[in-house]
């Protein structure tokens, strides 16, 4: 792990990355709550936690699909919870131009999956210096994120982790091949994103659905496939989010499945050691 891990603003160790929060920034009472909800519990299990809030939803399906509260007012909110709790925040990023304005408020850049080829955007996220956690295409196999680790890199930045969030399967499904895990591991730390992974996109509605129901079990499979961390979305009320309720983890229920991950990291340590 120490070579993986080795100058890319890894400091979990040996323990499990949690990177939990909603999928958009709804509102500061929102934020607050579920951030509260999350340190509590991490604290408690002496995880090591990321908030995550999108600022602005720029890849939707539909032009009335909720996009964001106004960029000022959300990152603004980032940066109060940072701030409030004392914990690192991170947000996606669209464009290169929004790389230097979101490094004001956060720690981690996070770039979507369908922007991970864009060499100006991964260039711009690394030299604000910050971490730049970038999200694996569904289009690529996991061995060819290494390129796109290199890029940020190559421009003088170390700081480089891999999310993998699935691969499509037709037209309206992802699988998971956790081969992917080991792959990326060797370039840098990875992280499965439990929520995004069991999305079913591109519905004939326009609204994206998902498998939330298999959350724990892609969990489980994730830690036993020795991922580094994990990204989860997380809402007290996934039925009335503004976006990407179909697949979010109840925040209820967080706690108990943080507690089987941290058991079965220790397990999975102890295995491998």
Known sequence: MERNLQNSGWTAGDRLQIIAGPCAIEGEDMAFRIAESLVETCSALDLPLVFKGSYRKANRSRI????GIGDG???AILSQVRERFGIPVTTDIHTAEEAAMAA????????????????DLL??????????NIKKGQFLSAESMEHAVVKVHESGNPKAWVTER???FGYQ???VDFRGMAAMRTFGPAIMDLTHSLQQPNQSSGVTGGRPELIAHMARTAVAAGADGVFIETHPDPGTAKSDGANMLALDRFAG????????RGAYLEATR
Not at 64 to 67: E, G, K, L, R, V
């Open 123 to 132: 260039v711009a996220a690394a030299n604000t210096g910050k971490v730049v």
């Open 166 to 168: 699935g691969t499509t």
């Open 173 to 175: 499904d992802l699988v």
């Open 104 to 119: 004001e408020h956060v720690d981690v850049l996070q770039i979507p999956a369908f922007l991970c080829r864009q060499t």
């Open 257 to 264: 499945l943080a507690q089987q991950m941290k058991t079965m």
């Open 64 to 67: 009335d699909s909720f996009t």
């Open 73 to 75: 007012r959300a990152l």
